[in-house]
């Protein structure tokens, strides 16, 4: 019936236009204070923003930038540097022999896992520390010194992955996980970015 249904904060409520872009409540304000909704379009006419008025601003993000695609993506990296861990301290002692470089790639890439998997658990308890005290530690400072390390090492597994590439070194079978490592490196390092885990900023 040219209506839009919304959900704030567990309030579910009916919205009709009454002019272009611009909605209204059907009956009651939104929250008790919300009495109006307007949509914001860029110049192709996709709309980019929410305005709730009276006051504050919604952007619209990317897929990437959701809480679902996000959570995901950490859970997926921490899943492959625990198995990178299990595999390094439970792997078959006859293995075959590796090439040098196989054996530095293996090496980084377990000191990888365990400096990212000490991050997460390091950062998590700290947040759940902010949660009841409104302040990260002092230590915080020392944490994130862990994500410039994790980037160091992260291009290194690259150019490590690159070169076995272009040399032929090793079995194909393990030239494609440890690109699949890097790669996974790579994706947790764009993760801390994305979250302005990298450096200091605060």
């Known amino acids: ?15 009709v236009e009454v002019e272009p872009l611009l909605f209204r409540p059907v009956g009651k304000k ?3 204070e919300i009495a ?4 914001e379009e860029d110049d192709a006419g996709e709309i980019i923003r929410l305005l709730p008025m009276p006051a504050f601003s919604f952007e619209k993000i990317k897929w990437y930038e959701t809480v679902r695609f996000q959570q995901i993506l950490l859970a997926v990296c921490v899943l492959v540097f625990v198995i990178r861990l299990v595999r390094a301290f439970t792997g078959r002692k006859n293995l075959p022999e590796k090439t040098a470089l196989e054996r530095w790639s ?6 990888l896992s365990i400096l990212n998997l ?12 902010a949660m009841e005290t ?29 070169v076995s590439w272009a040399k032929g070194d090793g079995k194909v079978k393990n030239r494609v996980y440890a ?20 450096g200091w900023n605060y």
Request: charged share 5%.
């Open 179 to 198: 690109s699949i490592f890097s790669g996974v490196s790579v994706a947790f390092v764009l993760f801390l970015g994305y979250w302005n885990l990298l």
């Open 30 to 32: 939104i929250l008790g």
């Open 1 to 15: 019936d040219n209506k839009l249904l919304i959900s704030v904060m567990g309030e579910h409520a009916e919205i």
């Open 36 to 39: 109006a909704i307007a949509f």
């Open 106 to 111: 293996h090496g980084v890439a377990s000191a």
């Open 118 to 129: 000490v991050f997460v658990a390091g950062f998590l308890v700290m947040f759940a520390q």
């Open 134 to 162: 409104s302040l990260f530690p002092d230590s915080l400072a020392v944490l994130l010194v862990l994500p410039i390390l994790s980037v160091l090492l992260s291009v290194v597994l690259v150019v490590f992955a690159a």
